[in-house]
Each structure stands twice: as structure tokens, then as C-alpha cells.
């Protein structure tokens, strides 16, 4: 596609429940990147998914947060035992690299609300 | 790990009005990018800038990598220019450091 697509663009949810957020990244990208956003806040780095490579997972908060990514393209954030806290706007970004020039580029992310 | 500051943290203008911004570094760095979130939540990326200037309609972006800073200038705002503008930078590694923004609001 022409750009980073998330879904679902809203997701509320009841605490203890668990829930999936999906990245589409821009095709042709090899590198993904989660962040979370609380309300008035900066990005949170969570997790780095670069090619075949060990993901860096060292931004996840607990361990109720796992992330994968199938065939190097889709990618999905899964936070179990959802609890109040988790409630911010999920970002995901994929990463255009070529000759020296390393640039994230967004989606529109995915608003987190746990009641 | 490297330190962002971005100033000032909120800036009111009237349309028309131009404005700096600021986003200072506490090493050196190898990529900065700066973005707009505009009031929906979108990040929209302005300038891949780790060093020099660039120039984008209204838009103008300065990086001093030895300084440790990069200015983003607006010229002549419009209220759709309204939001929080980000820099973010990352050194030798995959990893973004990002500020903690500009909250810009533009007066009609």
C-alpha cells in the first residue's frame, strides 16, 4: 500500500480481556517499530522488528505485551490481561533504509481505551 | 543513552505569525527526523535532516550536528499548522530517541 496502515483505528475493551492490534507496514521495508503514546505524552518505544533478526523487545512494559511479524510484513501486538494503564494510542512505523538514510514513516495507530 | 530537549514546550501564534523551534541533543547523532501530529494523531513526517538545511514550502529545517541542535522554522502559520511537532534522533543504532514535543497552536 501507500503508506503504514493500522487497524483497528479504536478499540475498547474491558480490563482482564486481551486484545490484538495489527501494523500493515509500506511495502518493501524491512525494518517495523511499535510505540505507545499515552495522552499528552511522547512516543514509548516497545519493540523493533528488523528482517529475520531476534526482535528487540526490551521497550515491552510486562509481560503481557508480545509482538510478532509473519513473512517479514504483517505485524501484530498482543496485550493480554488488558489493564487500565494500557490505555494510550498504539503507533506503529516502518523504516525506509537505502544509502545511509534511515527514516521512519507512521501510521495512523490504533486508540487503546480499557474501561 | 542520548537526551532530547525540544523548546519552547507550548507556543501560541496568531496566523501569519513565524515561529523556531528548537531541539537539542546531548550527543552526536546520525539521523533526526522532525514530524508534525496534527490534532487527529497522525505523524507526519517533515524533514529527514541529520545535518544541513532544508526547505519545504513554508517550511524550513536547520541541523548543526557539531552544535548538537536542529531549528525547525514556519513562516507565515496557518492554523492547520496547529499540533505537536516532534524530533526525534537515533545514533549508530535502529533506535529513535524522540523529544517530548512543541504543543503549537495557531490562532485564526
Known amino acids: 500500500g501507500a503508506g503504514v496502515s493500522q487497524s483497528p483505528s479504536n478499540k475498547v475493551t474491558e480490563k482482564g480481556k486481551d486484545v490484538e492490534l495489527r501494523c500493515d507496514p509500506i511495502?518493501?521495508?524491512?525494518?517495523l517499530y511499535w510505540y505507545r503514546q499515552s495522552l499528552g505524552q511522547g512516543l514509548e518505544f516497545l519493540i523493533y522488528f528488523q528482517g529475520n533478526s531476534a526482535p528487540d523487545k526490551s521497550g515491552l512494559p510486562s509481560d503481557r505485551f508480545s509482538a510478532e511479524r509473519t513473512g517479514g510484513s504483517v505485524s501484530t501486538l498482543t496485550i493480554q490481561r488488558t489493564q487500565q494503564e494500557d490505555s494510550a494510542v498504539y503507533l506503529c512505523?516502518?523504516?525506509?533504509?537505502?544509502?545511509?538514510?534511515?527514516?521512519?514513516?507512521f501510521g495512523p495507530g490504533t486508540r487503546l481505551t480499557v474501561l | 543513552g542520548i537526551q532530547v530537549e525540544q523548546s519552547p514546550p507550548d507556543l501560541i501564534l496568531q496566523e501569519g505569525a513565524n515561529s523556531t523551534l528548537r531541539c537539542n541533543f546531548s550527543?552526536?547523532?546520525?539521523?533526526l527526523q522532525w514530524f508534525h501530529q496534527n490534532p487527529w494523531g497522525q505523524l507526519i513526517n517533515l524533514f529527514y535532516i541529520p545535518s544541513g538545511t532544508k526547505q519545504n514550502g513554508r517550511l524550513s529545517a536547520t541541523t548543526v550536528a557539531t552544535e548538537r541542535y536542529s531549528l525547525l522554522y514556519i513562516s507565515s502559520s496557518q492554523t492547520t499548522d496547529s499540533g505537536v511537532y516532534f524530533c526525534?534522533?537515533?545514533?549508530?543504532?535502529?533506535?529513535?530517541?524522540f523529544g517530548t514535543g512543541t504543543r503549537l497552536k495557531v490562532l485564526a
Open positions: 526525534a534522533v537515533s545514533s549508530g543504532t535502529y533506535k529513535y530517541i
Open positions: 512505523a516502518s523504516r525506509f533504509l537505502a544509502g545511509g538514510r534511515n527514516e521512519q514513516f
Open positions: 511495502s518493501g521495508h524491512t525494518a
Open positions: 550527543d552526536s547523532v546520525n539521523n
